[in-house]
């Protein structure tokens, strides 16, 4: 089963570029939302963390989460080159602390 | 910033071998995580471990795989015999609790396992 859905890409943008990342999710439990970033040969890095709908605002990053839709989003005001990564978006199991993954997105901005 | 590492970096192992993962989670983390990522595939959820024990593991996570808190600090996987298939990055991940309302899972950067 399909939890997390992700379009991999790739997606590149100019520098100074809005960026929009999408996911969707299957099942109408999930509560808690991740944005992870991954570089080449990294782990995941946390990015935003939100629950239940509506946006969450980091400095150039902001997260929404639609729960009417399932659909959950990351933009980034502003990119840079340094934002050249991978997106995964994740939400965990609603009883347990299993995570479910997008497949993530690769983002490459131009300077 | 309190990070989690994960030793080997790259580990190369010939088919059937034992191979132990090693990691140190965040140190006044309680929740412990092992994940895969097969080449070109996502982040897969293995098992989780809370008070000594396994709390959750997937359908990944069979006879062949175990998991142990050795002492204070580390917290390995191992895998018994290995197969070509089990080559992937492996990545611990820790967080300070567990359950619905778990706080995010920090990850460490990997341990590329590659089965010859």
């Known amino acids: 089963q399909k939890e997390v859905e992700q379009d991999p890409g790739p997606l590149s943008v100019p520098e100074g570029a809005i960026v929009s990342l999408n996911c969707t999710y299957s099942?109408?439990?999930?509560?808690?939302f991740m944005w992870y970033r991954q570089y080449s040969r990294k782990g995941p890095e946390l990015l935003m963390y939100?629950?239940?709908?509506g946006n969450k605002e980091d400095g150039r990053f902001t997260a929404q989460v639609d729960k009417s839709s399932k659909y959950i989003s990351l933009f980034i005001r502003d990119s840079q080159p340094s934002d050249s990564a991978t997106y995964l978006c994740?939400?965990?199991?609603?009883?347990?602390?299993?995570?479910?993954f997008g497949t993530g997105t690769s983002l490459t901005v131009i300077p | 910033e309190p990070e989690v590492t994960q030793t080997p970096s790259h580990q190369v192992t010939q088919m059937g071998q034992e191979v132990i993962l090693r990691c140190v989670p965040i140190s006044n983390h309680l929740y412990f995580y092992w994940y895969r990522q097969i080449l070109g595939q996502k982040v897969e959820f293995l098992v989780s471990f809370y008070n000594n024990e396994i709390s959750e593991k997937s359908e990944i996570f069979d006879d062949q795989f175990s998991v142990e808190r050795p002492d204070g600090s580390n917290f390995t996987l191992k895998i018994r015999s290995t197969k070509l298939e089990d080559s992937a990055m492996y990545f611990c991940?820790?967080?300070?609790?567990?359950?619905?309302?778990?706080?995010?899972?920090?990850f460490g950067d990997g341990t590329r396992l590659s089965i010859l």
């Open positions: 991940a820790s967080s300070e609790v567990g359950g619905v309302s778990n706080q995010p899972q920090h």
């Open positions: 099942n109408s439990a999930f509560q808690y």
């Open positions: 939100t629950y239940s709908s």
């Open positions: 994740a939400s965990p199991k609603n009883t347990g602390n299993q995570f479910y």
